[in-house]
């Protein structure tokens, strides 16, 4: 039985921008001269028990987009489902 799936599309810089700044952001960055090595923007899921979705947006170059952003969503179709 598939428990989880993903599905991802591209987005344009505006609806990026919209979903980034309403989301939760992880940085991992030097605070000695303030480099940013990374950054994921999500929505987390508590647990493969969750009903919730996760969302990640981001640039495209993971999905090989190019000069364009992409929306990432995951969750359990059957256990949001169930909770309706």
Same mark, same amino acid.
């Given at each position: 039985?598939?428990?989880?799936?993903? %599905? /991802?599309?591209? #987005?344009?810089? @505006?609806?990026?921008?919209?979903? +980034?700044?309403? *989301?939760?952001?992880?940085?991992?960055?030097?605070?000695?001269?303030?480099? %940013? /090595?990374?950054? #994921?923007?999500? @929505?987390?899921?508590?647990?493969? +028990?969750?009903? *919730?979705?996760?969302?990640?947006?981001?640039?495209?170059?993971?999905?090989?987009?190019?000069?364009?952003?992409?929306?990432?969503?995951?969750?359990?179709?059957?256990?949001?489902?169930?909770?309706?």
């Amino acid at each position: 039985m598939i428990d989880t799936i993903k %599905i /991802y599309t591209m #987005i344009n810089r @505006d609806s990026y921008n919209k979903i +980034y700044h309403n *989301s939760i952001l992880k940085t991992s960055y030097n605070q000695k001269d303030g480099e %940013i /090595y990374y950054e #994921i923007v999500n @929505d987390k899921l508590e647990g493969s +028990y969750s009903s *919730s979705l996760s969302v990640r947006v981001g640039t495209g170059v993971k999905y090989k987009f190019v000069n364009m952003y992409y929306i990432e969503i995951e969750g359990s179709f059957h256990k949001i489902i169930r909770r309706l």
